[in-house]
């Protein structure tokens, strides 16, 4: 699911869990019961404790969202309050005379809202999850009366299973449509980019090869995370589309205020390409791979972590592909020699860190670089040039 996406979905959910949680709690243990005259209140003080552990939930979930972990929000919720429900559940009815309560209808939310997440793995921890969950206090408190709630969560569970599937379908059908229809722009835009300058073709696709292949090394991005940035990659360059031919072209030493025009571009990509969906979210790629981890970068000449992590890998990408392949005032470098440029710039123009990446993955790109179809892209720039 797309991160965003997730993370509305999941403000959705919290708020109706915590509604109906404490809505349930106050209207069965308070109203109904004072209704019916029976004396009003939760069954023990133990049950106080579910009460504390989701307030401690509240800036826990926020915390994963700000370090961008907001992944795990479902699992670290869901998985703490099954486990709190278990332990209170236990304190609460061992040993006690008193029939068992099967708890909060929360529960039973809880497992419809799981197609919401389209994840499969989340699914069955859940699920699962709650019908042990069961299975363990009828055991524990040696009452057979606990499996009725057991049977109602695992019937729910089969027909929250089809909507999952279901939903999934809708979903990749949909996600499949946009995706080709996205790239299709974007191939479209490369395309008029490099009209304006063939020397530079063949070199957006490339960087946005190695930076993937780099990315995948660090381990820290989702599949679409990782979908969006290749896309923004792709799309690098694309501030090029307003520099005029005289200075993009030029076979020789750029002026101070040629090189000024140049530099606008990274600024003016991200601008123009601000709304598109499936990108937005990866705008920094766009915006900062010209700067540097020194501060002497630009456009806006942050330094070290200020500069976004995927902006700093593409850095890393551009600068290879840009001198290991032609361009019209000079030929291509040897990888070596370039691989061996990168390292120097390790600390001063690069992210450290990512260098020792870049290592680990050069290799990779040296496969990546060899089979790259370059005699057809040789045989494009001559019918330009003829």
Same mark, same amino acid.
């Given at each position: 699911?797309?991160?965003?996406?997730?993370?509305?979905?999941?403000?959705?959910?919290?708020?109706?869990?915590?509604?109906?949680?404490?809505?349930?709690?106050?209207?069965?243990?308070?109203?109904?019961?004072?209704?019916?005259?029976?004396?009003?209140?939760?069954?023990?003080?133990?049950?106080?404790?579910?009460?504390?552990?989701?307030?401690?939930?509240?800036?826990?979930?926020?915390?994963?969202?700000?370090?961008?972990?907001?992944?795990?929000?479902?699992?670290?919720?869901?998985?703490?309050?099954?486990?709190?429900?278990?332990?209170?559940?236990?304190?609460?009815?061992?040993?006690?005379?008193?029939?068992?309560?099967?708890?909060?209808?929360?529960?039973?939310?809880?497992?419809?809202?799981?197609?919401?997440?389209?994840?499969?793995?989340?699914?069955?921890?859940?699920?699962?999850?709650? &019908?042990? @969950?069961?299975?363990?206090?009828?055991?524990? +408190? /040696? *009452?057979? %009366?606990?499996?009725?709630?057991?049977?109602? $969560? =695992?019937?729910?569970?089969?027909?929250?299973?089809?909507?999952?599937?279901?939903?999934?379908?809708?979903?990749?059908?949909?996600?499949?449509?946009?995706?080709?229809?996205?790239?299709? &722009?974007? @191939?479209?835009?490369?395309?008029?980019?490099? +009209? /304006? *300058?063939? %020397?530079?073709?063949?070199?957006?696709?490339? $960087? =946005?090869?190695?930076?993937?292949?780099?990315?995948?090394?660090?381990?820290?991005?989702?599949?679409?995370?990782?979908?969006?940035?290749?896309?923004?990659?792709?799309?690098?360059?694309?501030?090029?589309?307003?520099?005029?031919?005289?200075?993009?072209? /030029?076979?020789?030493?750029?002026?101070?205020?040629?090189?000024?025009?140049?530099?606008?571009?990274?600024?003016?990509?991200?601008?123009?390409?601000?709304?598109?969906?499936?990108?937005?979210?990866?705008?920094?790629?766009?915006?900062?791979?010209?700067?540097?981890?020194?501060?002497?970068?630009?456009?806006?000449?942050?330094?070290?972590?200020?500069?976004?992590?995927?902006?700093?890998?593409?850095?890393?990408?551009?600068?290879?592909?840009?001198?290991?392949?032609?361009?019209?005032?000079?030929?291509?470098?040897?990888?070596?020699?370039?691989?061996?440029?990168?390292?120097?710039?390790?600390?001063?123009?690069?992210?450290?860190?990512?260098?020792?990446?870049?290592?680990?993955?050069?290799?990779?790109?040296?496969?990546?670089?060899?089979?790259?179809?370059?005699?057809?892209?040789?045989?494009?720039?001559?019918?330009?040039?003829?």
């Amino acid at each position: 699911m797309i991160p965003h996406e997730e993370k509305r979905i999941m403000k959705w959910f919290l708020s109706l869990f915590y509604l109906i949680f404490i809505g349930y709690d106050y209207f069965y243990y308070y109203i109904f019961k004072v209704i019916n005259n029976k004396k009003g209140g939760l069954p023990s003080n133990f049950w106080y404790i579910t009460y504390f552990v989701l307030i401690i939930l509240i800036p826990i979930s926020y915390y994963l969202y700000k370090v961008n972990k907001g992944y795990w929000v479902k699992y670290v919720f869901s998985i703490t309050y099954l486990l709190t429900v278990f332990v209170v559940d236990i304190l609460t009815f061992y040993g006690e005379k008193k029939p068992y309560t099967s708890g909060n209808i929360v529960e039973l939310f809880l497992i419809l809202t799981l197609p919401l997440f389209l994840n499969t793995r989340y699914f069955w921890i859940v699920s699962l999850g709650t &019908i042990l @969950k069961y299975i363990l206090i009828g055991i524990i +408190l /040696k *009452d057979g %009366y606990v499996a009725l709630p057991g049977i109602l $969560v =695992a019937v729910l569970t089969i027909l929250s299973f089809f909507l999952l599937v279901r939903f999934q379908g809708y979903f990749k059908t949909i996600s499949t449509a946009h995706d080709k229809q996205l790239e299709g &722009i974007v @191939k479209g835009v490369i395309a008029t980019l490099e +009209l /304006k *300058d063939p %020397y530079t073709r063949g070199h957006s696709e490339r $960087v =946005a090869r190695y930076a993937s292949i780099l990315a995948k090394e660090i381990g820290k991005f989702s599949n679409e995370e990782q979908k969006s940035f290749y896309y923004a990659c792709l799309l690098h360059d694309i501030g090029k589309v307003h520099i005029p031919d005289s200075i993009l072209m /030029k076979p020789g030493k750029l002026t101070e205020e040629e090189f000024e025009i140049i530099k606008s571009h990274p600024s003016v990509g991200a601008e123009a390409v601000q709304n598109v969906h499936g990108i937005k979210d990866s705008l920094s790629v766009i915006r900062s791979h010209h700067e540097r981890w020194d501060g002497k970068g630009y456009p806006d000449q942050l330094a070290g972590e200020e500069i976004p992590l995927l902006a700093r890998v593409t850095s890393i990408a551009d600068a290879f592909d840009a001198m290991t392949s032609s361009r019209s005032y000079r030929a291509a470098m040897p990888l070596e020699e370039a691989y061996k440029r990168i390292l120097e710039g390790k600390g001063s123009q690069f992210d450290p860190s990512l260098v020792e990446n870049f290592i680990k993955v050069f290799p990779a790109w040296v496969n990546f670089h060899q089979k790259y179809p370059w005699n057809k892209e040789k045989a494009l720039l001559k019918e330009v040039e003829g």
